[in-house]
């Protein structure tokens, strides 16, 4: 079982920046694929941005060039830098954990937090 606690949203301006947070326990973190959703009303989820256990990213083309993930497994932390926010960010971020249980991968999720990005 993996636990996940996000923190560091909130409102900023446009243009402004943020850098979420997500700490992970009862797994090998450092195993695990990490990554960054985001749902805003009316809409499905969607990808942010997911790390691997050997530090390859990958971005969704709408935060490209001005998000960025990373972790720390000593910490068992995994943060999201936000730069150049725009109104179209306003969403509540989900941390994912993505484990291989040994036969399948098994998805685990955070509670969310808010950015609303906002003049």
């Known amino acids: 079982q993996v636990q996940l606690v996000e923190s560091g949203g909130g409102l900023v301006q446009p243009g402004g920046s943020l850098r979420l947070s997500c700490a992970a326990s009862g797994s090998i973190f450092s195993r695990n694929r990490m990554g960054w959703y985001r749902q805003a009303p009316g809409k499905q989820r969607e990808l942010v941005a997911t790390?691997?256990?050997?530090?390859?990213?990958n971005y969704a083309d709408s935060v490209k060039g001005r998000f960025t993930i990373s972790r720390d497994n000593a910490k068992n932390t995994v943060y999201l830098q936000m730069n150049s926010l725009e109104p179209e960010d306003t969403a509540v971020y989900y941390c994912?954990?993505?484990?291989?249980?040994?036969?399948?991968?098994?998805?685990?999720w955070g509670q969310g937090t808010q950015v609303t990005v906002s003049s």
């Open positions: 994912n954990a993505n484990q291989w249980s040994g036969t399948s991968f098994i998805n685990y």
């Open positions: 790390i691997t256990s050997v530090g390859t990213t």
